[in-house]
């Protein structure tokens, strides 16, 4: 059974730019959630996709959006880059929110120059 | 708020040492689920264990092994005559029962094992 699988692996942006990540999900898992990991504030919640329906929101600016597929794969896309957005973007797929567990792919390094 | 406290940065041991990796909760609610997830070199976070609030029941999966203690707020994980292999960093995480898949982590214990 394949696991979750992110794309790209690495990215390079410059500041002001735009970025679409992608996550395919294991297969049935219809649950996906994002993170942000940086050094200086660890794993961060971004947001959540049940069935195409974002239920759960982090605290992170609007220029973090995301969205999910009826074949349960999820884009997250973010406007404007700033130096700070760089970090290590982790997605998680369940087969139903938080009562089942999470599975996480490699992740998606961005670094914004 | 709910929050995790993974108080131990970094441990170092030689190989075939027993660990403790320490984490701390605080929630306010009865219903919770908690994890351990260990993240080795390559970013990959891999699922160690879940475990509800109504279990308490200690669990051991070969060399690991996790005590969870609603007493104390703990939910700590042992790893039994380590091995170089086990080095990565290690996070723990608490979700509440209805905020579905927001985990919460903790800031991550770095555990080094060396030859």
């Known amino acids: 059974k394949a696991g979750v699988t992110q794309t790209p692996r690495y990215l390079i942006k410059t500041r002001g730019q735009q970025v679409t990540l992608s996550c395919s999900p294991i297969s049935g898992h219809r649950s996906v959630s994002w993170y942000q990991q940086t050094p200086g504030q660890g794993l961060q919640f971004l947001f959540e996709y049940f069935s195409e329906t974002q239920r759960n929101k982090g605290n992170f600016p609007g220029r973090f959006s995301g969205r999910q597929f009826s074949n349960s794969r999820s884009e997250m896309n973010v406007s404007t880059l700033e130096l700070g957005d760089s970090a290590l973007y982790l997605c998680a797929s369940s087969l139903a929110p938080g009562r089942s567990e999470a599975f996480f792919g490699q992740g998606t390094r961005l670094t914004v120059v | 708020a709910q929050k995790v406290t993974q108080a131990q940065t970094e441990i170092s041991v030689v190989e075939k040492e027993d660990v403790t990796l320490d984490c701390v909760y605080e929630?306010?609610?009865?219903?919770?689920?908690l994890f351990w997830y260990k993240q080795p070199p390559s970013g990959e976070l891999v699922f160690l264990i879940r475990r509800n609030s109504f279990d308490e029941q200690n669990e051991i999966s070969g060399r690991y092994s996790w005590n969870f203690q609603k007493s104390t707020s703990s939910f700590n994980f042992t790893i039994t005559a380590s091995q170089v292999v086990d080095s990565a960093v290690y996070f723990c995480a608490l979700t509440l029962y209805n905020q579905g898949g927001k985990l919460i982590f903790g800031q991550g214990t770095e555990l080094s094992v060396k030859p």
């Open positions: 929630t306010r609610d009865t219903t919770y689920y």
